[in-house]
């Protein structure tokens, strides 16, 4: 619920800001960062319950909000809250595996058609790069933990089942 908040926070500002490069101060940006990603992590680790989706989206806020920073160092002004968009977007693709998925859901938030292109592009490279580093979504890892998994075969999904932590077996 506070990750949501302070995407909305952000979003808002640099909306706010009329796109602005000093909308999210880089040092902020980057603290929101590395602070969000050691929360998620510490209450995931500890088994408190708290989600990942809402901290993907501003983990990928930040990204894109940092990225427009160091952009804007060398070219004009770009738009952090674009940027923030296409991080959340990126992020969210890499992290579920479901590229198009992420890019109308943000597009859908936003209602910014400039964006679309570069929502496009961030998620398919985003989500290949994901796919190479690594074959299973944060949710299919989830299920793999729990000792569940699933195939996708010609007549559907087929529901696999195993012994919790361990691989799963066919149902």
Known sequence: MRGGAAI?????AAAAAG????????????VLLVAKVIATSGAIASGVPGGI????LLVGAALG????????LLTASPSPGSYALVGMAATTAASIHAPLTAAVMIFELSGD?????????ATVVSTSVSRRLGSESVYEA???RR???WDLTLEGRR?????RGGPPREA
């Open 19 to 30: 796109g602005a490069r000093d909308a999210v101060a880089p040092p902020s940006a980057g």
């Open 113 to 121: 058609y400039p964006i679309v292109l570069p929502l496009l592009v």
């Open 142 to 144: 989830e299920l793999r």
């Open 147 to 149: 000792g569940l998994g």
């Open 159 to 163: 529901v696999k089942e195993g012994r």
């Open 53 to 56: 989706f809402t901290p993907m």
């Open 8 to 12: 909305m926070l952000m979003v808002a």
């Open 65 to 72: 909000t940092s990225w427009s920073h160091l952009v804007g």
